[in-house]
């Protein structure tokens, strides 16, 4: 995580099943909105959390995802990590790569998550699991 | 598990999503939708999104197989009602939803669908019938 900044306290779901996707997009549109994203903000937050929310439950078979304010000098946003116990990710720029997939979808998830936010680490190792952090910033 | 209702309006089966969709809920309104069009004949089928505050990769992917799915059962699929934050998010995700035809909103769907069926009864229309319609369709 950026050191420098100021995280509130996150709140956690667990990921094990389609309705706690649901329950992620729905906990990071709150918190989006309390920060007062731009509604366009908003919805490309909430799409990419959907997104690694999924990954985590598809990919990772499972995992939890923290969610919170984070402040960094004037600026707030919203800050969303997703961390699993799964396989991890042997080559990350090939998962990285739009269409390449691995699960049957578009393999869009990763990439297209990527454009959708600020700032996006990804820290993954074979065996061990991912662990993926997102923030939004409000403009 | 909940499930989105399809109506049948005419030759139109008109599908309003109001909830955020578990996965398993978009694949059950894929099945249900392909169920409904052999039974019913249909040859339209309107997808009204104008509730859904995000649509990721996953409700994308569902409705760009929707269409294709309606396609070979002898229906066209107009997606409606897509919010404008939605639609650059869309994009930018990179998903432009090629093979889907979108309309603002369901009258303008309904209005491209009826478009489509006036063509489409020409192409297939014995010649003797054609000269009345046929004027209508210059004026327009």
Known sequence: ?139 | MERVPVLKIGDILLVSIQIDMEDQVALQLQEDLADRIVQTGCHGVIIDISALDIVDSFVGRTLATIASISRVLDAETVVVGMRPAVAITLVELGLSLPGIRTALNVELGMALLAGWHRDFAFRHDDDDEDDADEAVVTAS
């Open chain 1, 1 to 139: 995580m950026t050191t420098g900044d100021d995280l509130a306290a996150m709140e956690r779901l667990v990921v094990r099943s389609d309705q706690d996707v649901v329950r992620v997009r729905q906990l990071v549109r709150t918190l989006a909105v309390s920060v007062k994203l731009s509604l366009v903000d908003q919805t490309k937050l909430v799409t990419a959390a959907s997104e690694l929310a999924r990954n985590t439950l598809v990919y990772g078979g499972g995992g939890t995802v923290d969610a919170g304010r984070v402040d960094s000098g004037r600026r707030s946003g919203i800050r969303v990590v997703f961390t699993d116990q799964g396989p991890g990710i042997p080559d990350l720029d090939l998962a990285l790569t739009d269409g390449y997939t691995t699960g049957g979808g578009l393999g869009l998830g990763l990439s297209g998550a990527r454009r959708l936010v600020d700032e996006f680490d990804i820290d993954t190792a074979v065996g061990r699991g991912t662990r993926i952090s997102v923030t939004k910033w409000c403009r």
